[in-house]
């Protein structure tokens, strides 16, 4: 403890207020820090929210829901005895106004209780229950279909009047995806529409305030009724799906923000290199003294912890301001709205990050000053000497152990953390290697005949030379910027060119089997070269698989996204076109034997399936069994009808159903819809562009918060730029004031060191290329499944950017060198 007191006298009293020397290790820890707390802290902001915004947001406390049917007598009544129960009805439909013209909605049919919780509001006036008659609609809607409070719209065959504009709904988060805006209705109005008959699509809801808890609640209500396909979430859990995507997005995200502070930590390096160069007078004079290594290794280690715990209260402090930043300018792409607060475990775990980084990063420094002897830290830059690297080699070691443990402990997928780890060291150890090949070959290359090249390589190796430190760091920040680039280009490139060009113009729900040939005609009629395309459509849960029930399981496995919730159903004759089997056989077209089902590859490896294993269903309130006949691989960005689990025609078609169409078309959408809205008004038509315009903008704004999280590794890479030329620059005035005295002009050695930096660069560019470019290619072929279609162009400006940045900061740091007088500085080197 004495040792440590003297160490702390000592440290405090070098300390200098404006932290000269050891700037760069405070925005290293800021920008690093600073990032995990932002992404952390604005994860659990939104999880939190929907958390205690739970009743509202599910509408109750929990919530049974069923497809295509509503509930019986019975089910009613042991609803009613969990707590008070509101009704809806939900449906794809259309809304005509009243020149003809139609939108997708969403209509949702409500009975006199809704909301349980919070509060149905308007833009005008006060929420009340509906007439049979009377709507409230989106303002979507209002805008697409040019309609008026008072004003007319149809849905299916009945007349509604608009009622009022909605505000905000306050279930509208838990309602989902939808393919259009909202129309709310009462459940007399939807009985007026015709729209609800034998195999028509809809989902019924009930949302109970229960004195109960919920999840006792649900068990007890699913184990009386446990083959009627009843689903089921309570107020916790009340948009599992936007939790699950905003939990694994924001774990996504802190790993890039990790990344982007090891991108720092060389920084830290540099950083503490540079400034215990300074400080090598004063470590001498205490050597002289009679200070042993260790002390000066803790005098030093003090400083660095101390302006450490500086930097990482900043970037704490940045991260939580950020949140509600981030709320104002992007709030509307964001689920919820959070309210301002402080959450410590994402502000722990971005310090604990943060001092991990500095305390591995700083050891090398930091053991160097201690272990050189006196005479020949008095010697300057140019002793050869270095201390043992296992001392380092182990520091470090324990700090990275202490990173992959918290990020094994705390990410919800450790496997997905330990693989980007893995990745991410291997990558580092693959920019180390080649920096120390860089130096290797420049010093073994044959010398130039012009001088300021034979200046430029020479540099890359000389005694003091940063060529290991710059190439992991802009090697790491090019590759990952390239990596980003070539994945949105690629994907925004599917979106505008494949899709379109492979998905039909229209896609219908609810035609009635009985009127197809009708329905066909219609289209004929406007454009007789149509490709219409119809299936059976029904709506059902997976119930059990082999010899597992489905509602015993503790936790979905992973990849098994089918048996979470209902899943499109369907039967045929025939192989669906855009799948390609790869085990087992197609049943015959008359086939009538044993029900069999042919499931998708994926998921059967995810429930590790087999066949001939059964394949349990709940489908209008009641279970069908069949075995598994075959496994298909399925085309999925055909944008046609893709199912999960196709039946053989004896296994469904008994069901009431309707049929869905997909219709492609050269032109004439709007006529075709518009017949048809007429013609058929129970059937919902979608036009597929609009729903290709909903997924570029997801895309979007995934790549948006992606490229935000990445570009702090860019200027953590120029921090780490900026450092490893402060930390050669003692070297570099010792070099720039011999070539000074030789006759050097200012000019000639500006241009010498361009050329170094620009050698650099083109090496880093060439291989961020090259790593970035491939593993671009694995996430959007192998993990997407799209089409190779990056935009090189895009690619090649992202490399002339890093490739100008990297020249200007060289020759930005070049300038105060330039300005040292030779007589001056050969006195002080």
């Known amino acids: 403890m004495t040792d440590w007191r003297l160490a702390w006298t000592f440290a405090r009293r070098e300390l200098d207020a404006r932290f000269r020397g050891l700037r760069l290790l405070l925005v290293c820890l800021i920008l690093g820090v600073g990032a995990l707390a932002a992404i952390g802290s604005l994860t659990r902001s939104i999880t939190g929210e929907l958390s205690a915004r739970g009743q509202s947001l599910l509408g109750g406390d929990l919530e049974l829901s069923v497809s295509q049917r509503t509930a019986d007598p019975a089910e009613r009544r042991s609803m009613a005895r969990l707590g008070r129960v509101s009704e809806t009805l939900r449906m794809q439909s259309m809304g005509v106004n009243f020149g003809g013209e139609t939108a997708p909605i969403e209509l949702k049919a409500v009975d006199r209780s809704y909301p349980l919780y919070g509060a149905l509001t308007l833009q005008r006036g006060n929420a009340r229950p509906l007439s049979p008659t009377e709507t409230y609609v989106g303002p979507a809607l209002v805008e697409r279909l040019k309609l008026r409070v008072g004003g007319p719209v149809r849905f299916g065959t009945a007349r509604f009047t608009v009622a009022g504009i909605i505000a905000d709904e306050p279930d509208r988060l838990s309602e989902g995806f939808t393919l259009g805006a909202v129309a709310l209705v009462s459940l007399e109005g939807l009985q007026r529409t015709g729209l609800i008959a034998p195999g028509s699509l809809y989902e019924s809801k009930y949302r109970i305030a229960s004195r109960y808890d919920p999840g006792q609640a649900i068990k007890a209500f699913t184990d009386r009724y446990p083959a009627q396909g009843w689903d089921s979430r309570t107020r916790d859990r009340a948009s599992p799906g936007a939790e699950r995507f905003l939990t694994r997005m ?19 390096g540099n950083g503490v290199s540079s400034y215990l160069a300074t400080r090598r007078s004063s470590i001498a004079t205490l050597k002289v003294l009679g200070a042993t290594s260790g002390l000066i290794a803790r005098v030093y280690l003090l400083q660095i912890m101390a302006v450490s715990a500086i930097g990482i209260a900043i970037g704490l402090a940045i991260g939580i301001a950020a949140v509600p930043l981030i709320v104002a300018v992007a709030g509307d792409v964001l689920p919820v709205a959070p309210r301002f607060a402080i959450h410590p475990l994402p502000l722990v775990q ?5 001092l991990l980084i500095a305390l591995a990063f700083a050891a090398p420094p930091l053991l160097a000053a201690g272990a050189v002897p006196a005479a020949g830290l008095l010697r300057g830059v140019h002793d050869g000497r270095r201390p043992p690297r296992w001392k380092a080699a182990a520091w470090m070691g324990a700090a990275f152990a202490g990173i992959v ?3 094994l402990t705390t990410s919800e997928r450790p496997w997905f953390g330990a693989a980007f780890l893995a990745a991410a060291a291997g990558l580092l150890l693959l920019l180390s290697i080649l920096g120390w090949s860089i130096r290797w070959a420049a010093a ?3 010398r130039p005949r012009r001088p300021l090249l034979r200046l430029a390589v020479s540099a890359l190796h000389r005694p003091g030379a ?4 710059l190439v992991v760091a802009l090697g790491l920040g090019l590759t990952l910027f390239v990596l980003l680039a070539t994945i949105r280009t690629s994907l925004d490139a599917n979106i505008a060119r494949t899709v379109p060009a492979r998905a039909p113009a229209l896609f219908a729900l609810d035609v009635p089997p009985a009127r197809e040939s009708s329905f066909r005609a219609t289209i004929v009629n406007f454009q007789p070269d149509a490709d219409i395309q119809t299936v059976p459509l029904m709506r059902g849960t997976i119930t059990a698989y082999g010899t597992t029930r489905v509602a015993d399981l503790k936790i979905i496995p992973e990849g098994a996204w ?8 369907t039967f045929a004759r025939d192989l669906p076109p855009g799948s390609e ?6 049943w015959p077209a008359d086939y009538a034997g044993e029900p069999l089902v042919s499931v998708d590859e994926r ?4 429930l590790n399936l087999k066949l001939g294993d059964p394949l349990t269903i709940s489908v209008a309130g009641q279970e069908r069994t069949a075995r598994i006949a075959s496994f298909r691989k399925i085309e999925w960005d055909t944008m046609g009808f893709n199912f999960v689990m196709v039946f053989s025609p004896n296994a469904l078609s008994d069901v009431p159903h309707n049929l869905a169409a997909t219709i492609t078309m050269p032109g004439r959408e709007r006529a075709v819809i518009r017949a048809l809205s007429v013609r058929f008004p129970s059937t919902s038509v979608v036009e597929v562009r609009d729903v290709i315009g909903q997924v570029r903008d997801i895309v979007s704004q995934m790549a948006t918060a992606i490229a935000a999280a990445a570009g702090i590794a860019i200027l953590a890479g120029i921090a780490v730029l900026i450092g490893a030329i402060a930390a050669a620059r003692e070297t570099r005035t010792y070099d720039s004031v011999i070539l000074k005295t030789l006759g050097a002009t200012r000019g000639q050695i500006l241009a010498a060191q361009a050329l170094e930096y620009l050698l650099l660069a083109v090496i880093l560019a060439a291989l961020a290329a090259a790593i970035g470019i491939a593993g671009g290619w694995y996430v959007v072929v192998e993990l997407f499944a799209f089409d190779w279609l990056p935009d090189y162009r895009a690619i090649g400006l992202t490399l002339a950017t890093g490739v100008g940045v990297t020249l200007g900061i060289g020759l930005l740091g070049a300038l105060p060198i330039l300005s040292a007088r030779p007589a001056r500085a050969l006195r002080e080197l």
């Not at 996504?252 to 990790?258: A, D, H, P, S, Y």
């Not at 971005?350 to 943060?354: I, N, T």
């Not at 089997?581 to 197609?586: D, I, S, Y």
């Open 250 to 268: 924001g774990e996504f995200l802190v790993l890039v923000g990790l990344t982007a502070l090891v991108i720092a930590g060389i920084g830290v």
């Open 350 to 354: 971005a310090a604990a990050y943060g």
């Open 405 to 407: 443990a918290l990020v």
């Open 444 to 446: 073994r290359l044959p």
């Open 466 to 469: 940063r060529t290991g430190a």
């Open 562 to 569: 089918a048996l979470r919730g209902e899943r499109g159903l």
């Open 581 to 586: 089997l790869v085990a087992g056989k197609w």
């Open 603 to 606: 998921m059967g490896e995810a």
